[in-house]
């Protein structure tokens, strides 16, 4: 089996047109845990909904080397009005092994149950997601992907408007995760928790800035770079003059780095 979980060639993702993340290649190590960091409308949701197959490339590919995949979505895009249970959410993670109407086994529920626990939600199975507070509700999201069994995972925000203790907890199941061979690819806005907890991180400004070792990526100069491209991107820009109608077409790219050459973007300052 190859040691890359996902590989991004030449990736251009966007809406009605307009490119929100730009050339992306490289690839994501097996067992890697790498936090996707930009500004807001930087293109990170974008990405996570391409690898995830819910927005389709403009050009080039995101090649699955993934058997099963989870995706926590950004929680403001959840619908929390539902009438349903905490059992029923965390239950749902079952739903690729069993279908929809599938009966849960004796061991599917003893599962449940320890996942439950490991999220610090023994108790909780028949409260109504109403009525949870952000992070109870974080904490049934993560019992749930626990439950997909999933090798690649990706978070979008998974700590928004949680407190310390919550993340504390959710760290932990992350690390967990790593540890038995699961990839995760983590979005976050937290700088201090990127460099204390992910090795890996990927900068992206609506085209990618760096990509490798946190110590490496989180400097100064490359945050400072993410800003500046994100503040000349222009909003009405269309995609790359050289990729019209050429799905798949590859581009110069540094070798070393995994990332795109100068490149033009039709109206992009
Ligand atoms: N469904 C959509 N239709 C059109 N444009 C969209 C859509 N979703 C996102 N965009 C645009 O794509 C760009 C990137 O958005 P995205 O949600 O990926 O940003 P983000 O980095 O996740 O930001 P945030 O930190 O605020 O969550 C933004 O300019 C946004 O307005
Ligand atoms: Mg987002």
């Known amino acids: 089996m190859s040691n890359t979980c996902l590989e991004f060639r030449n990736l251009t993702l966007g809406y009605q047109g307009h490119a929100a993340v730009h050339h992306l290649s490289g690839g994501v190590q097996r067992g890697s845990l790498t936090a996707v960091v930009g500004a807001n409308g930087s293109g990170k949701s974008t990405l996570l909904k391409g690898i995830a197959g ?8 995101c090649v699955p080397g993934f058997r099963r995949l989870a995706y926590l979505a950004q929680q403001s895009e959840l619908d929390r009005t539902f009438p349903a249970r905490v059992i029923d959410l965390v239950s749902l993670g079952y739903w690729q092994k069993r279908g929809l109407l599938g009966r849960l086994t004796a061991a599917d529920k003893i599962r449940l149950s320890t996942c439950l626990d490991a999220v610090g939600l023994t108790g909780f199975e028949k409260r109504p ?7 109870q509700m974080q904490r049934a999201l993560f019992a749930r992907t626990m439950l997909q069994d999933a090798d690649l995972i990706l978070l979008d925000e998974p700590f928004n408007a949680v ?4 993340i504390a907890d959710l760290i932990v199941v992350i690390k967990g995760w790593v540890a038995e061979g699961r990839t995760v690819l983590c979005v976050l806005h937290d700088y201090v928790l990127v460099r204390d907890h992910f090795p890996e991180t990927l900068l992206i400004a609506r085209k990618p ?3 490798g070792a946190t110590s490496d990526v989180m400097t100064s100069e490359n ?5 500046s491209f994100q503040e000349a991107w222009d909003e009405e820009a269309g995609w790359c003059e050289d990729d019209a109608g050429r799905e798949g077409q590859t581009c110069g790219h540094d070798h070393h780095t995994h990332l795109p050459r100068q490149h033009k973007i039709a109206g992009h300052v």
Not at 129 to 135: A, F, H, I, P, Q
Not at 163 to 166: E, I, Q
């Open 54 to 61: 819910i927005l389709k490339p403009i050009s080039g590919a």
């Open 129 to 135: 997601l109403d009525s949870l507070s952000g992070g």
């Open 163 to 166: 407190d310390a203790r919550t």
């Open 209 to 211: 800035v760096a990509w």
């Open 223 to 227: 945050l400072r770079k993410a800003r």
